[in-house]
């Protein structure tokens, strides 16, 4: 087998790539072609894990019902949330658009099973919680993924976990990791929506690496 080659010009589309990889809350109505959808979730499954685990469980959600009780479930949430903040924070935090399910066309739950077989256990006697870890890769691969080819996905973290397992009837050790929104973007953004709404920005002047 021969080992690839990665020309300076795929690094730069690598690194825009990275740029571009953004939550997305603003989609098309237009459904994936189901092709492209398999393709990216075989992509994730490229995701490193531990012991080769594979602990990432994708359950696509197409039931009417179930998704109005996502959503019941993100607006109480959210609600919450909002309760906890005051004054001109909390009439910023109100005015954030911070779920794409009204609009997106594929919804992707993100499970992790926490104790696989597949693996044997290999590498995580001391650390178990290294199962969620590899799951959160292929969360990361399955969002590159999309973004390569023009699929936005948005993370809905702002959800009540246990009410989202009993809603699409999980089983007990598959642990509830992210609500995902994905479809064609309305408008594709290289900073994230969080910065130009004026709610957080980044500080590239802050090293965020230590020597020891």
């Known amino acids: 087998m021969t080992t ?17 990889r953004r939550d997305v809350r603003h989609f098309c109505s237009s459904p994936l072609p189901d092709a492209l959808l398999n393709t990216l979730l075989g992509e994730t ?5 531990v012991g080769l685990s594979e602990p990432w469980r994708f359950v696509l959600i ?13 607006i109480a949430s959210n609600a919450r949330a ?9 009439k910023h935090y109100a005015t954030l658009k911070l779920s794409g399910m ?11 099973d926490t104790n696989p077989t597949q ?5 995580r006697a001391s650390m178990p919680e290294t199962t969620v870890w590899s799951a959160v890769m292929a969360i990361h691969t ?28 999980i089983t007990p050790n598959w642990q509830f990791l992210a609500y995902l929104c994905v479809g064609y973007p309305k408008e594709p953004a290289r900073t994230p929506e ?12 802050r090293r965020r690496w230590i020597y020891r």
């Not at 499954?45 to 894990?49: D, E, G, I, T, W």
């Not at 693996?119 to 590498?123: D, E, S």
């Open 102 to 112: 009204d609009e997106a066309p594929h919804h992707i739950a993100v499970f992790c």
């Open 194 to 205: 969080l910065e130009r709404l004026g709610w957080e920005r980044r500080n590239p002047a």
């Open 45 to 49: 499954c490229l995701a490193p894990s």
């Open 142 to 169: 399955f969002w590159l993924a999309a973004t390569a080819r023009g699929v936005g996905v948005g993370w809905v973290s702002i959800l009540d976990p246990e009410s989202a397992c009993r809603t699409l009837s």
């Open 82 to 90: 909002l309760e906890g903040r005051r004054g001109e924070e909390a």
């Open 119 to 123: 693996g044997r256990g290999l590498g």
């Open 4 to 20: 690839p080659v990665f020309t300076p010009s795929f690094l730069q589309d690598l690194e825009h790539l990275f740029v571009w």
């Open 62 to 74: 197409q039931s009417p019902d179930r998704k109005e009780a996502i959503r019941q479930n993100f």
